[in-house]
Antibody, heavy 123, light 107 residues
């Protein structure tokens, strides 16, 4: 069974950092891209960024709203993807979802989702 | 960026009704569109990709159509478990973008 489990969310002050983890199981993690999606309270879904599979150089893409502040990485030996969030702003408050991306080289569709982890940025 | 506009933002319907949700892209995206269902308190789940390709395990009462800029999600006979929010998403170009969502409520 494919599973994605996020962890690392919590309450953090503006300007501080937080690292989210996404632990995968039930499939060959290294063969897939990983996309992070977030959902602010009562709002729609927002694509945050994507990391390509190892076979596609593990390069990344980001939304303009987080570029330069957020970094996605992966450790295929542990089947974990990370979202490092720096210089957090109040508008980053959201549920953060890790997803398995059907695209290995290009982000496409998200066929499996984690349960989400809540990030609250507030003083 | 490609803007995705869903309509309506909410719809009230009864069990057994046919429900249609529209999604319009600000520029052509060929058939690179997905639909997701999100029940309250849950993560979204993929229903349809490639505009009309039903994901394995998704009931056949769900169908998708369209190409270019105009797309439709149809639920042919609404079931109690279908009361949820539905989101479209384009995969044609970066950044990937979602529609604002459509909430299907019980009439």
């Amino acid at each position: 069974e494919v599973q994605l489990v996020e962890s690392g969310g919590g309450l953090v002050q503006p300007g501080r950092s937080l690292r989210l983890s996404c632990t995968a199981s039930g499939f060959n993690f290294g063969d897939y891209g990983v996309t992070w999606v977030r959902q602010a309270p009562g709002k729609g879904l927002e694509w945050v960024g994507f990391i390509r599979s190892k076979g596609n150089d593990e390069t990344t893409e980001y939304a303009a709203s987080v570029k330069g502040r957020f970094t996605i990485s992966r450790d295929d030996s542990k089947s974990i993807a990370y979202l490092q969030m720096n210089s957090l702003k109040t508008e980053d408050t959201a549920i953060y979802y890790c997803t398995r991306d059907e695209g290995g080289a290009t982000p496409l569709y998200f066929d499996y989702w984690g349960q989400g982890t809540v990030v609250t940025v507030s003083s | 960026d490609v803007q995705m506009t869903q309509s309506p933002s909410s719809v009230s319907a009864s069990v057994g009704d046919r429900v249609t949700i529209s999604c319009r892209a600000s520029q052509g995206i060929s058939g690179n569109l997905a639909w997701y269902q999100q029940r309250p308190g849950e993560a979204p789940r993929l229903l349809i990709h490639g505009a009309y390709r039903l994901r394995s395990g998704v009931p056949a009462r769900f169908s998708g159509s369209g190409s270019g800029t105009d797309f439709t999600l149809t639920i042919s006979s609404l079931q109690p478990e279908d009361f949820a929010s539905y989101h479209c998403q384009q995969a044609n170009s970066l950044p990937l973008t979602f529609g604002g969502g459509t909430k299907v409520e019980i009439k």
